[in-house]
């Protein structure tokens, strides 16, 4: 008994010797050649975790750095992960960044969740081919055919708003729970259809991630039988088998459904190219990649109640266009040059998803200043660079317009709410079209007044973006006699 337990106290330390000795190697090799990039000191047992956490989250000391040390700057995440974080398009562009790839472990702590079949969990070639297989499936299922539906579920979103009036003239909704919840709904019509429904499944999805999260960022592993523990299973347990009886279920109704199916998951079942295991990681990569942006609804929506001159304009330009009908094809979403244009500078302004992070294939010397090592991680923080001066005229101001003067002029990279290069979002048109089409509907049925004032919010950050503390709070009056 002795003998094991000396055994097992030699194994873990000579474990953890070899877990430091690595770490400090690394840390050594990469300080030295990431010398000249500036940046705040960090701890050799911690890297800079702690004051990202002290700065209240990644975004907020993001946002230091750059303010304090310039467009380049370095930090540790651990000891031996050295990030550079850079806020100018024009040097990404000399890194070759639209062909680089996200690091390998850019959510590392969601495998097993995802399993390791999915989009997100493939690099380079193997991306490249599941990426061509979601365009194939995308263009197979043009957007035409799921605005109908849509349409039914966002006109029945604000009917639910105006029965909550209690006789007043105008509903008080919270449109950052409603839009989660909206954005959800549509989510899961774009990906299961009318076949099968899960009440559940999208915020228990979310929370599964958040507590993914939490226990990613709190250092301390999780012990079994203790509360986190059996949280995670409790989320891990629902979401998996929620979305295991949702296929099941299209499965069982092959051929009756899937011939005119319109959903995702139709379409992909149909691909033969995909095994069965692929269509689960596959779903999950739809659930997981649309987590979080229902900001967009959000943002937006509180963006047309703040400036009620832009709001006039969208609905003036939906009357010229719509009329008095709804709209039933791209282009009629296509051709709302200036409700685009909101959409854009929303999601300039408001910052859906805040970072994105990529590798780098080689080393590179920049405007014979900075080196910046091969292997290391590049942080793009996009809603910093959204407001980069250098880029934006008063990047401070909430002004459409700029959409439909500026875009010859700026750098492809000053403006990435969708990512850019090999692995930018795949539903950036989905996206587009959807958020048109809420303005559209939602300007046309009422006046929208703002309650929560945008310079009032507290921001908290959330997983991926940041969200109001307290809620989004907007009236909704409506334009006619409901
Ligand atoms: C306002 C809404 C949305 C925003 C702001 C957004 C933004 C993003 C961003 C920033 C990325 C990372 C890109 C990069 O690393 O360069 C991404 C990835 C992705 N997005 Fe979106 N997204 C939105 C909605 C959607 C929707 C609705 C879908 C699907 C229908 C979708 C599908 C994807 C996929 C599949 C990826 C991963 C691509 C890959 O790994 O190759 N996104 N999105």
Redesign the pocket.
Known sequence: MLELLTFISNSIFVALLTIVIHKVYVFLKWRKSADSIPGPPASLLTGNILDIGRAGGLAPYLQYLHKTYGPVVKYWSTPNELHVTINEPNILEQLDIMTTE?PFNFIEFLRGFFGDKG??YLYDEP?KAR?LT?HKTFAKRPYEKIIPRFIEIINKRGTDWLSKRNGEKSAKINVQAEARSLWNKL?EY?VFGDASTSDNLSVKFEETIELLLQIRFSFAPVLPYTEIWRKRKELLDYVRHEVQRLIKEQLDRRGEFLANGND?LSLLLNDEELTEESFFDEVL??LF??TD?FM?VANLLHQLAEHKDVQERVRKEVQNVWGDKFPTTVDDLSCLTYTRAVVKEV?RFCG??NI??RKLQREYFIQNKYHIPKDALIMVP?SIIHRNPNHWNEPDKFNPDRFLEESRERSRMAF?????????????R??MN??TLIAGLMVKRFDIESITRYDDVVWKESIFSIHASDGIWLNFIPRMVE
């Open positions: 996200r989009l997100i991306a990426r979601w989510n774009n995702f990569t739809l990649v649309v942006n967009g999601l859906t998803s994105t992070l996009l990435v709410p969708f990512g850019f290069g090999a692995r930018s979002c795949l539903g950036q989905y996206a959807t958020l």
